[in-house]
């Protein structure tokens, strides 16, 4: 805000008018009121006032006061950016300013709009676990300087679709066939376990099959390793 105050000779009685850039803001004055003015665009401005004039004295008006208004700085936070493999992601925006805005994650650029302060955009590339740059470089506006930055995309490991199956019972001088079942692109290795002791380790295409085992209950477990986007999982 700007607030500009007029001095008067002692004793004169009345009302000012104010111009900013020659038109009239807001209502008349009286003598010993300052007037503040809000809300203007970044530049050069003119303010003039007008008395009314009294019984005493006539009608005048002020010199002209100038002044400029510098242009505000335009601030861009990244509030939240980050998502699972092999999920998009939704990254969150905050600014001083409303309007549209390009953010780039990976070199890609995006469209976010902020409204009330506040945006979304949602990464439409699926990444590998890692972490990517998120930069802006925005050209100043009439009435906010430019803003560069950067941040940082999280893609974060996800839980494998991990599983095993196998036969629950079979006869005594059969082996017995364990398939493993984990998402398409898991890489890595899977190692069995019978009855808490480890017996081998395998690919993850590999089928598990038992030695002829002596009667009795067996528990078959099975650990994958994990690899860059998949965790590790029993």
Do not use: M
């Amino acid at each position: 805000d700007v607030t500009v105050t007029a001095t008067i000779t002692e004793g004169a009685t009345g009302t000012i008018t104010y111009y900013v850039d020659g038109s009239t803001v807001g209502t008349e004055l009286a003598i010993g009121q300052n007037f503040v003015i809000s809300g203007l665009s970044a530049g050069e401005h003119n303010v003039t006032a007008k008395y009314a004039g009294d019984d005493l004295y006539g009608p005048t008006e002020s010199n002209v006061l100038k002044f400029t208004v510098a242009k505000a700085e335009l601030v861009i936070t990244i509030d939240s950016a980050q998502t699972y493999y092999p999920n998009t992601g939704t990254v969150e925006v905050s600014a001083n300013n409303d309007g549209v805005y390009t953010i780039n994650v990976n070199d890609k650029p995006y469209t976010v709009t902020i409204a009330n302060g506040k945006g979304t955009f949602e990464v439409t590339e699926v990444l590998a676990v890692a972490e990517y740059p998120i930069t802006w470089d925005i050209a100043e506006s009439e009435n906010y300087t430019g803003a560069t930055g950067s941040a940082v995309y999280k893609v974060l490991n996800t839980e494998p679709d991990f599983s095993i199956t196998g036969d629950s019972e079979i006869d005594y001088g059969n082996t017995n066939t364990i398939v493993p079942t984990i998402n398409e692109d898991a890489t890595g290795t899977i190692t069995y376990y019978i009855n808490g002791v480890e017996v081998t380790t395998l690919g993850l295409k590999e089928n598990f099959v038992t030695d002829v085992l002596n009667v009795g209950p067996y528990t078959v477990t099975a650990t994958y390793s994990g690899d860059t986007n998949y965790g590790s999982k029993t």
